[in-house]
């Protein structure tokens, strides 16, 4: 079975500290992406990468940098967090090839304050 | 743009058959998916269409009309384990999807 695992489900930090969500897929595949869900706001691609050390920039990056030193891991870094950034973070995988189905982890509830 | 509209919410019967449809904008465009999300769940694929006509697979079939910019998702049989938000997912270029807002589906007894 495909399994994608995310740090934590659960997390409260401060405005202002750095936070660091790591995702990681034992599937061995090349796309990994980061969204963000909101409520009536559907997902919404923050960062996703091709391949290691490759990063594109998706919707709405501002906030956040990516880190991928390792095919399987693929990390989401908010440099200073805000109160705005409070969400639901959602990490997938995907095949090079393929239908384009994306494999979710269980996702990370954020709350900054 | 890479907009999608699809309907906020959905309220049908067990036993029913629903649709549930998406129109997006075409630029850049190479298919459409169906993602299934239960509440606190994860977001699971579905169906994928890159080329005109329907999809089935089990109760579930999506459609695509690559002409008109519009697909739709078709369950039957309706059980109340449905009940969930489903997203139409844009593909555009370099495998990017873009997420519709979700449609909640509420399937009553």
């Known amino acids: 079975d495909v399994k994608v695992t995310q740090s934590s489900r659960y997390l409260v930090k401060r405005t202002g500290e750095k936070v660091f969500l790591e995702c990681v897929q034992d599937?061995?595949?090349?796309?990994m992406f980061w969204y963000r869900q909101d409520p009536g706001l559907g997902l919404r691609l923050i960062y996703f990468?091709?391949?290691?050390?490759?990063?594109e920039k998706g919707d709405i990056p501002e906030g956040y940098s990516v880190s991928r030193e390792k095919k399987e891991r693929f990390s989401l870094i908010l440099e200073s967090a805000s109160t705005n950034q409070t969400s639901m973070y959602l990490c997938?995988?995907?095949?090079?090839?393929?239908?384009?189905?994306?494999?979710f982890g269980p996702g990370t509830r954020l709350t900054v304050t | 743009g890479q907009s999608l509209e699809q309907p906020s919410e959905v309220t049908a019967v067990e036993g029913a058959i629903v649709q549930i449809n998406c129109t997006y904008q075409?630029?850049?465009?190479?298919?459409l998916s169906w993602y299934q999300q239960h509440d606190g769940g994860a977001p699971t694929f579905l169906s994928y269409?890159?080329?005109?006509g329907l999809e089935e697979t089990g109760r579930f079939s999506s459609f695509l009309s690559r002409s008109d910019s519009y697909g739709y998702l078709l369950l039957q049989e309706l059980q109340m384990k449905d009940s969930a938000s489903y997203f139409c997912?844009?593909?555009?270029?370099?495998?990017?999807?873009?997420f519709g807002s979700g449609t909640q589906l509420t399937v009553l007894p």
């Open positions: 990468s091709y391949d290691v050390k490759m990063k």
């Open positions: 269409n890159a080329l005109d």
């Open positions: 997912v844009r593909s555009g270029s370099a495998r990017q999807l873009t």
């Open positions: 075409t630029s850049g465009f190479y298919g």
């Open positions: 599937m061995d595949h090349e796309n």
């Open positions: 997938a995988s995907s095949d090079l090839a393929g239908e384009d189905e994306q494999y």
